[in-house]
């Protein structure tokens, strides 16, 4: 804490000298301790919700008493880390009473032309006023700091827990989605093993004498193995960032539909079924053509 207090005295170039000039003007700004309370409860009554953090008369006397005391500081000429703290306890009032940034922004802009005005006023010596008022304008700039940096570590750490979650949730989605599609992979690698073991049992058929069974089998067969090879390439193709095809998938549903054309096309009694499924390969075609039409545009 000590190295931030010499840290932030460093920036404003607040040295021994403002010290010495605000202490020099202690006698003059105390004795409007009084005056400078009321002349800002008569400025801050104006703000729109004042009541919501002036509720009433024991909140705002005790206010009035932390507003005094608050102005006395800034002349004590003691501003190490007790003062820093101080200044950011206040500050952390603010933001637990969620009372808006701008009117704190607001309520200082007053402070520092009523100070100011007060000095030029009741100070003799006009050599030393300029500095007098140089120095003034240097600790109610660094009150002011002190009070924003509370508004701002507080939107930092609510931002820094939601961004972590958020980030942590889309991370966690995305390896869950990146496992799901390794599952898929591993599943069709294991599907086109058992086509290849259906076309190889296909196959059977032919030696057995059962040619024309066989035959359209087998052509299902190496059908069904053609769309699996598809479906691996499509899903390889997605997982090195490629755009999820649509129209793969219709054609599995346009290959079940022909395969089992090939198997209907055994019985003569399927005549019925066999014309539904021409239906469908007509409806599967349109939407397959309609697919590709849009992928190309």
């Known amino acids: 804490m000590t190295n931030k207090v010499e840290q932030i005295k460093n920036h404003y170039n607040f040295t021994s000298s403002d010290v010495k000039n605000l202490h020099n003007i202690l006698p003059v700004m105390e004795a409007r301790r009084l005056d400078f309370v009321k002349e800002f409860y008569e400025y801050v009554k104006n703000f729109d919700e ?34 820093f703290r101080e200044l950011e306890d206040v500050g952390l009032a603010h933001v637990k009473i969620k009372l808006p940034a701008h009117y704190v922004n607001a309520a200082m802009h007053f402070a520092k032309g009523y100070m100011i005005n007060a000095v030029r006023a009741d100070v003799k010596d006009t050599e030393e006023l300029p500095f007098y008022i140089k120095s003034l304008v240097k600790i109610l700039d660094i009150n002011l700091d002190i009070f924003t940096s509370s508004y701002i570590e507080e939107e930092k750490r609510s931002i820094f827990l939601s961004h972590k979650l958020e980030s942590f949730m ?25 086509v290849m073991g259906l076309f190889a049992y296909d196959l059977t058929h032919i030696f057995d004498g059962n040619i024309e069974k066989g035959l359209l089998s087998t052509l299902g067969s190496l059908l ?16 090195q960032g490629g755009k999820f095809a649509i129209k793969v998938f219709v054609s599995v549903a346009l290959v079940a539909v022909i395969r089992k054309i090939l198997v209907t096309t055994l019985s003569a009694d399927a005549i019925d079924a ?8 007509a409806v599967l075609g349109v939407v397959y053509w309609l697919i590709s039409k849009v992928e190309k545009d």
Not at 186 to 194: C, D, K, S, T
Not at 234 to 239: A, M, N, Q
């Open 170 to 194: 889309i991370q966690f989605a995305k390896r869950f989605s990146y496992g799901l599609n390794l599952v898929l992979v591993v599943g069709l690698v294991a599907l086109g093993i058992m």
């Open 224 to 239: 069904m193995l053609w769309v699996v090879i598809e479906l691996v390439d499509t899903e390889i193709k997605h997982l």
């Open 50 to 83: 004042a009541d919501k953090y002036l509720k009433d008369e024991t909140i705002i006397k005790r206010h009035q008493d932390m507003l005094g005391k608050w102005y006395l500081g800034l002349f004590s000429g003691e501003y190490g880390t007790a003062y």
């Open 274 to 281: 066999q014309i539904s499924l021409i239906a469908a390969i």
